[in-house]
């Protein structure tokens, strides 16, 4: 593998010929050292672990319901909030501040004000999703209360519903609520 060269502009005209710096595209001199590349570098480093570990995870779990998968990241949203907002009262409780405590409340600072407004986002969205979705929703889960109150019934043993009679009645019930199309609620 050759070393990538640097190739920014020189002031005699030409391009530079230093080896740029691992990660970048520039070398010491022209921009390779300065703080955003850096914190690219460390980001790219950090995506890059976490896609390791996402594929050891192998096959991804389904997308539920919009709803409940947006109600999952807001819980999760609240709880990092929670976590950092205890961090930060926590560094607070210190009597006396060095330099390296100031900087380190700084960034708890900004993570935690970060994490309230991407929970505050998400709630928003939440709120936002038009009113088709939620009724779909609560039609949904109101099929589904049936479906299961009529199988209740059915299985009930006053009745005395042999197995097959209870499988028939089953299948019947579904196909009565797929034709108020309501077929999700019941697959
Ligand atoms: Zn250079």
């Not at 480093?45 to 192998?58: D, Q």
């Not at 998968?69 to 609240?78: C, M, N, Q, Y």
């Not at 209360?145 to 019934?153: E, K």
């Not at 006053?158 to 499988?167: H, K, S, V």
Request: aromatic content about 2%.
């Amino acid at each position: 593998m050759t070393a990538r060269l640097c190739g920014a502009k020189t002031r005699a005209g030409g391009t530079c010929k230093r080896v740029a710096l691992t990660g970048t595209n520039r070398c010491q001199f022209h921009g390779g050292k300065s703080p955003q590349v850096q914190a690219a570098i460390r980001r790219r480093s950090e995506e890059a672990h976490c896609r390791t570990l996402l594929e050891r995870l192998g096959e991804p779990e389904p997308v539920g319901h919009p709803v409940e998968e947006l109600l999952g990241i807001a819980s999760e949203a609240k709880a990092w909030s929670g976590v950092l907002r205890e961090r930060l009262s926590e560094l607070q409780s210190f009597e006396s501040h060095d330099r390296t405590g100031a900087e380190q409340e700084k960034a708890v600072v900004s993570l935690y004000e970060r994490s309230l407004d991407r929970t505050g986002r998400i709630l928003h969205e939440l709120a936002s999703l038009d009113l088709d979705t939620r009724l779909a929703v609560s039609e949904q889960e109101r099929a589904r209360l049936l479906l299961n109150l009529v199988l209740r019934v059915l299985e009930a043993s006053d009745l005395n519903l042999d197995a097959r009679q209870i499988l028939t009645a089953r299948a019947r019930v579904a196909t009565e609520l797929r034709s108020l199309s309501l077929q999700e609620a019941v697959v």
